[in-house]
């Protein structure tokens, strides 16, 4: 948001036509006394979240940089797993049934805006003693309500499809690094069945706590895929360890996993391919760098 820092009061101008323009972009929902409360992310790669303030409560609107036939399947699965008991910040439908809405952008590719419900509470403690038991229930609980539930919307892609291609279009080391770990998997994959399923999919997993219930909610859907469930698994020890000593790190992983296990079984001979996924990790960090449409700030 750098144009929003020019100066004071461009800062307040542009704050003001934006969120008049979210607010029409909301129409058909049908908010009544609907007001901008404060934007929840600075300019991401992927989109931009707002609190809503309205007459009979907070939402949440959010406008993602993608098709909305990329985005909606996310919702649908963010809104099972809510109905499920997992709270999700789970989707609204507008006043036509529909959970989202396209955001025409001039010829361009539109974009998606949906709006959700507000999940008060604040990110769960990393450092806390038990916060690599509640996120091993979590991932658990959230993997096998989509493998049992008798209706969950597929994703939009499958995620070794697409860092297949992200490979292959990639040029020099990182894209044979990619490549490598990749061929790794699949090599593993010729002689240890991996359990796939409906993944979280994004590395920085947000896991707030409910204010209310002290529950745990999972929110923001806006990268599901299919593929391994490893690798969510190594994804999310890798994100609770990131600022640990090997040796802590260690405990920690042990402990996830075992919370993880008491909701969702993996056998050891999945677990055996753990360190080809911590190499697709490593290959996927050093080789894509997220950044935001040069038309972000509309």
């Known amino acids: 948001m750098t144009s929003d820092k020019v100066t004071e009061s461009g800062r307040t101008f542009m704050s003001h036509a934006r969120g008049r323009r979210v ?3 909301l129409a058909p929902w049908r908010l009544p006394g609907a007001r ?12 931009r979240v707002w609190r809503l303030d309205t007459d009979i409560g907070p939402y949440v609107a959010k406008l993602t940089f993608d098709h909305p036939a990329v985005v909606e399947p996310g919702l649908e699965i963010a809104a099972v ?8 910040g789970a989707p609204i439908p507008a006043a036509d049934g529909r959970l989202c809405r396209s955001v025409g952008r001039l ?3 539109p974009w998606t805006l949906a709006l959700h419900e507000f999940v008060p509470g604040a990110p769960l403690d990393l450092a806390g003693k038990t ?15 989509l493998a049992t539930h008798p209706d969950v919307p597929q994703p939009a892609g499958h995620l070794l499809d697409f860092y297949t291609a992200e490979a292959d279009r990639l040029s020099g080391p990182r894209g044979t690094a990619l490549g490598r770990a990749l061929a790794a998997i699949t090599d593993f994959r010729a002689h240890t069945r991996l359990s796939d399923g409906v ?9 707030l706590v409910d204010a209310n219930s002290t529950e745990l909610a999972l929110i923001d859907w806006g990268t ?3 593929g391994p469930l490893l690798h969510d698994i190594v994804s999310w020890q890798l994100f609770l360890t990131s600022h640990q000593t090997p040796e802590a790190a260690t405990t920690v992983e042990q402990r996830f996993l075992a919370a993880y296990r008491d909701r969702c079984p993996i056998d050891d001979h999945q677990l055996a391919g753990r360190n080809h996924f911590l190499d697709l990790h490593h290959a996927i960090q050093d080789a894509w760098m997220p950044e935001p449409p040069q038309d972000a700030a509309w």
């Open 23 to 25: 607010l029409d972009l």
């Open 36 to 47: 901008i409360g404060r934007e929840m992310t600075d300019l991401g790669d992927r989109s």
């Open 81 to 88: 797993l809510d109905r499920a008991g997992i709270p999700t």
């Open 107 to 109: 010829g361009r590719r």
């Open 131 to 145: 916060a690599p038991e509640q996120a091993g229930d979590l991932l658990g609980r959230v993997h096998h309500a």
């Open 199 to 207: 993944l979280y999919g994004d590395p920085a997993p947000e896991i």
């Open 224 to 226: 599901p895929s299919y």
